[in-house]
Structure formats: structure tokens, C-alpha cells
Nanobody
Framework: QVQLVESGGGLVQPGGSLRLSCAASGSFTSIGTMAWYRQVPGKQRQLVATITSDATTSYADSVKGRFTVSRDNAKNTVYLEMSILKSEDTAVYYC???????????????WGQGTQVTVSS
């Protein structure tokens, strides 16, 4: 199996910064695209940022210029650096990864358990 474990969430004041991490572990051949999503109660999960295996990134318009996604392939870890945080960034943030298993013959989609980010004074 494959596990994605997020860390780094918490309470931060508006204008502040926070860094999320997500480490993948378990049995797999390689990791493809990794992504961060967020969700608030009563709303659909929203894509925040993606990063491919060759480090090509993309962002939701609402976070462009404020959030940065990166990855360390040696550590099977993806990061989300969040700055100039706003109250509307408050959500549960989920890590997502497309992972190759079965000697690289099949790709599977995995989710982390989520980490709460609260932006409030």
C-alpha cells in the first residue's frame, strides 16, 4: 500500500506564512504528478497547485503569486509554501499523488488524510 502523510497545518494570522509537507511511503515504483487540494465544509474539494515529476507547476488563480509548490523526489515529499495568507485560505488541505505500482505497470491515485489550516486574527 501507499500512504501520504501531511504535516505543517495550524493557526496563522492574516498576512502570515505556513509550510505544508506531504511524505509518501509504502510500496511503489515511482511518483508522478503530486498536488494540493483544499476543502471547506459544504463545498467541493478545490485544486490548489500541482507539480509534475519534472517539476512543472500550475496554480489556482486564487493562490498565484502567494503559494509555491515544490517537491523533493529523493524524499518522496511535496511541499506547499503559503504566504500572504488570507481568511479565505482557511480549509483542510489534502495531498494527492499519482503513484506507479506493480513494477510500474499501473498508476493509482492516493490521498492524504488532510491537515487543517486556519487563517484568523
Amino acid at each position: 500500500q501507499v500512504q501520504l502523510v501531511e504535516s505543517g497545518g495550524g493557526l496563522v494570522q492574516p498576512g502570515g506564512s505556513l509550510r505544508l509537507s506531504c511524505a509518501a511511503s509504502g510500496s511503489f515504483t515511482s511518483i508522478g504528478t503530486m498536488a494540493w487540494y483544499r476543502q471547506v465544509p459544504g463545498k467541493q474539494r478545490q485544486l490548489v497547485a500541482t507539480i509534475t515529476s519534472d517539476a512543472t507547476t500550475s496554480y489556482a488563480d486564487s493562490v498565484k503569486g502567494r503559494f509555491t509548490v515544490s517537491r523533493d523526489n529523493a524524499k518522496n515529499t511535496v511541499y506547499l509554501e503559503m504566504s500572504i495568507l488570507k481568511s479565505e485560505d482557511t480549509a483542510v488541505y489534502y495531498c494527492n499523488a499519482i503513484v506507479a505500482r506493480l513494477f510500474g505497470t499501473r498508476w493509482f491515485n492516493y490521498w492524504g488524510q488532510g491537515t487543517q489550516v486556519t487563517v484568523s486574527s
